[in-house]
T-cell receptor, first 115, second 117 residues
C-alpha cells in the first residue's frame, strides 16, 4: 500500500522568507510524487511532479520540490514566500507499478504567509 | 489542461435524501475519479468511473451508498444516497492528464460542498 505523511498541520512564514512544506512517502515500487494547492472555495491545482530524472523539480508560481530517495521525502520549497501563497497544500503519491491512475494524498499542510 | 465543470457547487440537504453531483469534462477521458474531502481532512478516493463498465469502489465505499454513472467519455455523476450529517464533505471529480494509465498529473473540478442537516 502507498501512503503519504505531511507532519505539519500548519506552517507560518513571513513574506519574503523561504518556505518549506514537508512530505514523506511510502510505496512498494518507484514513486511518482505530486504537489497540489487548494485555495479557499476552489478545487485542487497541480503545482509540480516528480516522475524521474533530476531530483529538484520546478513548478508553478515559483515553487520547487526536492526528491530524496534515501529519506523518502519530497519537500516543497519556495525561496521567497508571498502572502498570496497562503493556501492548503497537499502532497500525493502514486506507485509507478500501479495499474490505475490513483493518487494517495497526505493530510494537507496549511501555509500562512504574513506581512 | 482539461476543464472540469461540477454541479452543484454547493448544497444543503436534509438527512435521508439523495443528491446527484454532475461532472462534465471538455475532452474525452478514459477514467474519471470521485474523491471525498471531509472537513479538515485529506482527499479520499471513493471510486473510479469507467465508461462502459461498472465503477470500481475503494475499501469502505459501496455502490448502494454512492452509485455512479458514466454514460460517455466526458460525463459522470456521483449520487450520495440516504444522506446523514457524516456525509457532509466536499466531493471532487478528477481526471488524469492524458489517456490511459500513464503517470501524469490529475485535474480536479471545483468540488461540491455538501452539508447535510
Amino acid at each position: 500500500a502507498q501512503s503519504v505523511a505531511q507532519p505539519e498541520d500548519q506552517v507560518n512564514v513571513a513574506e519574503g522568507n523561504p518556505l518549506t512544506v514537508k512530505c514523506t512517502y511510502s510505496v512498494s515500487g518507484n514513486p511518482y510524487l505530486f504537489w497540489y494547492v487548494q485555495y479557499p472555495n476552489r478545487g485542487l491545482q497541480f503545482l509540480l511532479k516528480y516522475i524521474t530524472g533530476d531530483n529538484l523539480v520546478k513548478g508553478s508560481y515559483g515553487f520547487e520540490a526536492e526528491f530524496n530517495k534515501s529519506q523518502t521525502s519530497f519537500h516543497l520549497k519556495k525561496p521567497s514566500a508571498l502572502v498570496s501563497d497562503s493556501a492548503l497544500y497537499f502532497c500525493a503519491v502514486r506507485d509507478a507499478t500501479g495499474t490505475a491512475s490513483k493518487l494517495t494524498f497526505g493530510t494537507g499542510t496549511r501555509l500562512q504567509v504574513t506581512l | 489542461s482539461a476543464v472540469i465543470s461540477q454541479k452543484p457547487s454547493r448544497d444543503i440537504c436534509q438527512r435521508g435524501t439523495s443528491l446527484t453531483i454532475q461532472c462534465q469534462v471538455d475532452s474525452q477521458v478514459t477514467m474519471m475519479f470521485w474523491y471525498r474531502q471531509q472537513p479538515g481532512q485529506s482527499l479520499t478516493l471513493i471510486a473510479t468511473a469507467n465508461q462502459g463498465s461498472e465503477a470500481t469502489y475503494e475499501s469502505g465505499f459501496v455502490i448502494d451508498k454512492f452509485p455512479i454513472s458514466r454514460p460517455n467519455l466526458t460525463f459522470s455523476t456521483l449520487t450520495v444516497s440516504n444522506m446523514s450529517p457524516e456525509d457532509s464533505s466536499i466531493y471532487l471529480c478528477s481526471v488524469p492528464k492524458g489517456l490511459g494509465i500513464t503517470p501524469t498529473e490529475a485535474f480536479f473540478g471545483q468540488g461540491t460542498r455538501l452539508t447535510v442537516v
